[in-house]
C-alpha cells in the first residue's frame, strides 16, 4: 500500500498569510494527487485533483502542484473560511489512502 | 445535482454487521464511469478508504478491511450499500459515501470522490 504523509500536523496562520502544505507519497504516483478540504463536523469538500487542476468553484486562492512523490497545496492569502483541516489522497493505486490530513488554525 | 445522503443504525453491538445504504438523487448510480465509495472517519482522526464499487458491482476492498466488507448496488433504488461484519469498537466511526469518479467520461483513471454524503456516526458498543 502506498503510504501518504503530511506536513505539518498542524499549522497556526493569520488572515492574508500566504500557507503550503506538503504531501509526500511512500512511492511514485505521478499526478495522482487530490487535496480536500473539510471543516469540524461536516464532509471532506474537493479542493484539487489530478495534483493541480482546480475543482469548479473553488477559489482561486487555492494552487496544487508537484508530481511523483512530492506534492503541495498553496493557499495564496488566507481568508476566514480557509480554517479547516486540509488532506490529500492518492488515486494511483489501490487502496486509495488518505494522509493523516493538516489543521489550519488562526493565529 | 447529484445529492447523497447515507443512512442505518446509530448503534451496533460488537461482532455484529454493521450495514449502511447510500442513496443517489440527482443522478444515476449507474451513470458513467463513476464509482460509488466508502469512507470512514474515526473521532478526530484521519480519513480511511473502505472501498468502492462500480454500477456493474466490480468492487475494489481496502486490504486491512476487506475480509469484513461486501458493498453492493441496488440501480431500482438508486442505493449503494455498506456490510461490514464482525465488527468491534474499532469500527465506531462517522462513514461517508461519495462520487468517485474520472475528470471526463470514457477515461478510468485520475479518479476523485468530488460529490459527498453529510456522513453517518456509527458506534459500536454493547
Known amino acids: 500500500d502506498i503510504q501518504m504523509t503530511q506536513s505539518p500536523s498542524s499549522l497556526s496562520a493569520s488572515v492574508g498569510d500566504r500557507v503550503t502544505i506538503t504531501c509526500r507519497a511512500s512511492?511514485?504516483?505521478?499526478?495522482?494527487l487530490n487535496w480536500y478540504q473539510q471543516k469540524p463536523g461536516k464532509a471532506p469538500k474537493l479542493l484539487i485533483y489530478?495534483?493541480?487542476t482546480l475543482q469548479s468553484g473553488v477559489p482561486s486562492r487555492f494552487s496544487g502542484s508537484g508530481s511523483g512523490t512530492d506534492f503541495t497545496l498553496t493557499i495564496s492569502s488566507l481568508q476566514p473560511e480557509d480554517f479547516a483541516t486540509y488532506s490529500c489522497?492518492?488515486?494511483?493505486?489501490?487502496?486509495?489512502?488518505f494522509g493523516q490530513g493538516t489543521k489550519l488554525e488562526i493565529k | 445535482q447529484v445529492q447523497l445522503q447515507e443512512s442505518g443504525p446509530g448503534l451496533v453491538k460488537p461482532s455484529q454487521t454493521l450495514s449502511l445504504t447510500c442513496t443517489v438523487s440527482?443522478?444515476?448510480?449507474?451513470?458513467?464511469?463513476?464509482?460509488w465509495s466508502w469512507i470512514r472517519q474515526p473521532a478526530g482522526k484521519g480519513l480511511e478508504w473502505i472501498g468502492r464499487?462500480?454500477?456493474?458491482?466490480?468492487?475494489n476492498y481496502n486490504p486491512s478491511l476487506k475480509s469484513r466488507v461486501t458493498m453492493s448496488v441496488d440501480t431500482s433504488k438508486n442505493q449503494v450499500s455498506l456490510k461490514l461484519s464482525s465488527v468491534t469498537a474499532a469500527d465506531t466511526a462517522v462513514y461517508y459515501c461519495?462520487?468517485?469518479?474520472?475528470?471526463?467520461?470514457?477515461?478510468?483513471?485520475?479518479?476523485?470522490?468530488?460529490?459527498w454524503g453529510k456522513g453517518t456516526t456509527v458506534t459500536v458498543s454493547s
Open positions: 461519495a462520487r468517485d469518479r474520472p475528470p471526463a467520461p470514457g477515461i478510468f483513471y485520475y479518479y476523485y470522490m468530488d460529490v
Open positions: 440527482g443522478g444515476s448510480v449507474s451513470s458513467g464511469s463513476h464509482y
Open positions: 464499487i462500480y454500477s456493474n458491482e466490480n468492487t
Open positions: 512511492q511514485t504516483i505521478s499526478s495522482y
Open positions: 489530478a495534483a493541480s
Open positions: 489522497q492518492q488515486s494511483y493505486s489501490l487502496p486509495h489512502s
